[in-house]
């Protein structure tokens, strides 16, 4: 589940880091902070939530909805200075990140057949 967790971390902040650096006025300590903060609520939420109950598509869904949001009101907090047009990029980006990483996921969980 860590590993998992890490390599979500790492393919978001792949994503969400230079996007907001590039878009907005972030600094890039708050694009890290923003990109771990959004992990793990889309850990939590798409991949052990959505994901198991649902498929790829929806989850998927979700986790654009999700950095959508997420990008939007932390942005309007701070004050970055993000478009809801940028937010919309950064959120596409996730979101096919997310595509890949879900489909990742069941081969992982699946039980091993010693032979």
């Known amino acids: 589940m860590l590993l ?38 889309a850990y939590f939420i798409g991949d052990r939530i959505i994901l198991p109950a649902t498929n790829n598509l929806t989850a998927t869904i979700a ?10 009101m932390v942005g309007a907090f701070l004050d ?5 047009g940028e937010t919309f990029w950064i959120a596409l980006g996730v979101a096919a990140v997310e595509l890949l990483f879900h489909t990742m996921l069941p081969q992982n969980d699946s039980p091993r057949v010693k032979v």
């Open 4 to 41: 998992r967790f890490l390599l979500k971390a790492l393919l978001n902040g792949v994503i969400v880091v230079p996007l907001l650096l590039w878009f907005g006025t972030v600094t890039f300590w708050e694009a890290v902070a923003a990109a771990v903060v959004l992990s793990v609520i």
């Open 63 to 72: 986790d654009f909805g999700l950095t959508y949001v997420y990008v939007w």
């Open 80 to 84: 970055w200075n993000v478009s809801l």
